[in-house]
C-alpha cells in the first residue's frame, strides 16, 4: 500500500491559481479527479495524516500513487475540465450517477432533411432532439399518436420511408391524416420543417400558443361557413387538450425547471429529477450512485449538476433549477450553464409554496427508489449468500452467521429508555421474532449500562430456554435441530444462539455487550459493533476497527440490519412517550383513574387525536361522563396554553414545544 507521504509533492512547487488535479495508482490509471479553486489548499488536504482523514478518503489516497493537476484561468474553466477529465478517465473514487433503469425518450431527429419523432431508449445521439425520459413508453406513444393528427410529421422508420418512395404510394398514416407524406412528395421539406417545428414547441412547454391559434382559426372557418374546416379544427383542438391533460399542472406560474431531490445514506445516494416545462411535469429520471467520497449534501449536488448538464444543448437547460442544497460554488455553475443556455440559468432552494411541495414530493420518489434499489438487492439469494460469507470471512468467524442479531438503544435525554432486537435469518428479516426492551432503574441517558442490561437479559433468557427445552431431531432448524419445549412440543424460538450479535455504536457498545456474555459463562458468540458515523465494524479487545470495502454485500447487510434495529426502537420509544405523555397529562383530572386513562388512550390513540377531540367527542368514550369529558378537554388546552408539548418529531423522537 503506498504511503501518501511518498509522492506529495513539494508545497512550494503546488500553484495557488484554479485548476484540476489527478491521483493516479501505480499502474498510471487515473483513480481521482477533482478541481479546486486554489490547488496549493486543496491538496494540502490530503495530505493530513490518515487517521484525520475520512475512510474513504485516506483509502483513495493510500491506493494513489502519484498528484498531478493542471491550472486554469477561472473557476468556469475548472469545472468544464474537470467533467472533461471525468468522462474521459472514468475514475473509480469519483462519484458516477448510474440510471436506476432505462427511461424512454421522446426524440426527433431533427438532423435528417425530413426529421421523424420516435420513441427510444438509450444514450443520446448527435443530431435528434429529446423530450422527457418518461416513465413508460406507452404513456408516450399514447401522446404521439394523439398530436399526430394536430401535427402530421414523419413517425415512420426509415425502411417504410424509403419502400413508400419507390413504389409512390404513402403507408397507412398517410391516408389517415396522421402524417403528411413527404416521402411522395405531398409537401415540401421546409413545409414539413415547419410542423416539425411546431410540435418541438409544443412539446417543450409552449402550448397556449398553438391551442389560442387553432381557436382562431376554428372560429374564423365557422364564420365563412366553412364548418368541414372548422369541425376538423375543433377536433385539433380537442386531441391537444387531452395530450396536456395527461401532464399535470403542479407550477401554477408556467416555470421552466427541474426540481431535483436527494436520498442518502452512508453508502448510496438516490437523486430523483422532475422535468417541468411550462408548469407541467414533462419527464422524471431517476440515479443511483456510490457514496465514493466524504462530500455533503451541497457537494453531492453540485457533481450531480456537472454530470447531468455538461455536455447538453441549449433546449435542455431550464431557467431554474431547484436542488435540496447549493452547490459550494453555484454562481461559478449559473454562469457556466448560463453560458451554454444563452439565457440566465438561477439555482435556488425552494422556502415556500407549490415549488417547495413539489420538491418533497420528488423527495418522496428519491427515498422509495432508493429503497426499492436496496431491496432489489437485498432479495437476491447468491447477493445474501455472498454478504454472509464476506462477514465470516472479515471477521474471522468460524462459520458462516445464518442468524445475526442486533440491538439498539433508544431514549430522550435519559427518559423512556428502550431497546429493540431484530434478528436476520439467512440474510433475511425475521420479524416475528424481534424483541422490545424496556429499561428500568437507570437515570440519565448511559447507552453502554443499558447495552449491559439488554444483552445479559436476553443471554440470561437463552441459557434458561437451553436448559429447559429437549432436542428434537425430526425438524431441523436453520440453527440445528430444533430446541423443543418438553410440556407444549413446540419449538422455543430464543433457545437458539445467534451467529452473530450486532450492536448500535462503536467500541463501547461492543465492550459492554462483550462483558455481559463473559459475566454469563457464554464464550463462543461473536460481537461486534457497526457505528453510524463512518459505518466501521468494532471487534472486542481491538484497538482499531475492521473497515469493510465501499462495495462489501457484507457491510451492506450489515447496515441494513442495524437500520432496521434502530428504526425498531425509535417506534417503540415514540409510542411508550406519547402514551406516558397522555398519563401523565391527566394525572390531575378528578375521578379519572388508570383504568379509564388507559381506556381513553386505546380510543383515540394520541395526544394529537385527544387535543383535536371535541368534549362531546371524548363523552362517548365508555366510562367517560360529560363532566369528567369537559375536565380532560380542559387539562388538554391548558398545556397547549402552557407551551408544554405540542408533539412530537416522528423521525427524531424529540418533543417539539411550542
Known sequence: MPDPQSYRPKAGDIPTQPGVYRFRDPKGRVIYVGKAINLRQRLANYFQ??????????????????????????????????YTWIKEFDPRFNVKYRDDKSYPWLAVTVGEEFPRVMVGRGAKRKGTRYFGPYGHAWAIRETVDILLRVFPMRSCSNGVFKRSQQIGRPCLLGYIDKCTAPCVGNISPEEHREIVDDFCDFMAGHTTTFTKRIEKEM????????????????????AMQRALEKQAVVLGDGADADVIALAEDPLEVGV???????????????????????????????????????GEDAEAIPREILVPALPPDHETLEELLSDVRKAKVRIRVP???????????????????????????????????????????????????LRIECYDISH?????????????????????????????GQDGSDDVRAMHEVITRRFKRLLDEQSTSIVSTE????????????????????????GLVVVDGGAPQVAAAQRALAELGIDDIPVVGLAKRLEEVWVPDEEDPVILPRSSE???LLQRVRDEAHRFAITHHRGRRSKSMVESLLDDVPGLGEVRRKTLMKHFGSLKKLRAA???????????????????KTAVEQTARNGKVSGINVTTGEIIEE
Open 49 to 82: 495524516p490518515i487517521p484525520s482523514l475520512h475512510p474513504r478518503t485516506a483509502t483513495m489516497v493510500t491506493t494513489a500513487a502519484s498528484v498531478e493537476w493542471t491550472t486554469v484561468n477561472n473557476d468556469i474553466e475548472a469545472l468544464q475540465l474537470e
Open 219 to 238: 372560429y374564423a372557418a365557422s364564420e365563412a361557413l366553412d364548418f368541414e374546416k372548422a369541425a376538423r379544427l375543433r377536433d385539433d383542438l380537442a
Open 272 to 310: 430523483q429529477i422532475f422535468y417541468v416545462r411550462g408548469g407541467r411535469i414533462k419527464g422524471q429520471r431517476g440515479w443511483v450512485a456510490d457514496r465514493m467520497d466524504d462530500a455533503d449534501t451541497a457537494g453531492l449536488v453540485e457533481h450531480f449538476l456537472l454530470q447531468l448538464y455538461a
Open 351 to 401: 422556502q415556500r409554496g407549490d415549488k417547495k411541495t413539489l420538491q418533497e414530493t420528488v423527495a418522496k420518489n428519491a427515498e422509495q427508489a432508493l429503497a426499492l434499489h436496496k431491496t432489489k438487492r437485498a432479495s437476491d439469494l447468491t447477493t445474501r449468500n455472498r454478504a454472509l460469507e464476506e462477514i465470516q470471512e472479515a471477521l474471522e468467524l468460524d462459520e458462516v452467521p
Open 412 to 440: 430522550l435525554q435519559g427518559t423512556e429508555i428502550v431497546a429493540s432486537m431484530v434478528v436476520f435469518e439467512d440474510g433475511l428479516a425475521r420479524k416475528s421474532e424481534y424483541r422490545r426492551f424496556i429499561i428500568k
Open 475 to 498: 425438524v431441523e432448524g436453520a440453527n440445528g435441530p430444533m430446541l423443543v419445549d418438553p410440556e407444549t412440543g413446540r419449538p422455543r424460538k430464543f433457545a437458539y444462539a445467534p
Open 554 to 556: 457484507g457491510l451492506y
Open 614 to 632: 371535541t368534549a362531546e367527542e371524548i363523552a362517548l368514550v365508555p366510562g367517560i361522563g360529560p363532566a369528567t369529558a369537559t375536565a380532560i
